[in-house]
């Protein structure tokens, strides 16, 4: 697979929001299922997301790890790779509008109130070796790479 980098300007789709904390229930639990990514048109044109990758970093700067050589200031080692499908004019984002990716395409309030329904969703992360729920409405983003 040919990659290439880009470095952010006002040209592009920018990764707006990443929400991972999860919510509470009312009972004091933390609630996991409703992470997202929120992909924003930042420009004056139509853009596609079609093939846009994204990469979890396999370096965990949350956990004291001792890497040697130390490279994680100058290196990324992917843990995960996914990628939005399409062919490159399957899924234009409008100027100024959004696309959400959904680590669950459901409606979390059936599971906790305190959430949010990411029924409508744009895109789902889907394992089929997992828990995940598959909301046949929604596409799914394609799994590229995962740790083994």
């Given at each position: 697979m040919d990659l290439s980098l880009k470095s952010g300007n006002s040209s592009d789709l920018i990764l707006e929001e990443v929400f991972f904390t999860g919510t509470k229930t009312p009972q004091g639990a933390m609630y996991f299922g409703d992470q997202y990514f929120k992909i924003t048109n930042n420009t004056d044109k139509t853009l596609y997301a079609d093939g846009m990758l994204l990469i979890q970093s396999s370096f965990m700067t949350n956990e004291k790890q001792d890497y040697s050589p130390n490279i994680m200031g100058t290196a990324l080692s992917a843990g995960a790779i996914i990628r939005i499908p399409g062919n490159?004019?399957?899924y234009p984002v409008k100027a100024g509008e959004s696309i959400i990716i959904a680590?669950?395409?459901i409606n979390h309030k059936d599971f906790n109130p305190?959430?949010?329904n990411l029924s409508n969703a744009n895109f789902q992360i889907f394992k089929e070796d997992s828990d995940d729920i598959d909301n046949p409405a929604v596409p799914k983003m394609v799994n590229v790479f995962e740790k083994w």
């Open positions: 490159g004019t399957m680590e669950d395409a305190s959430s949010i």
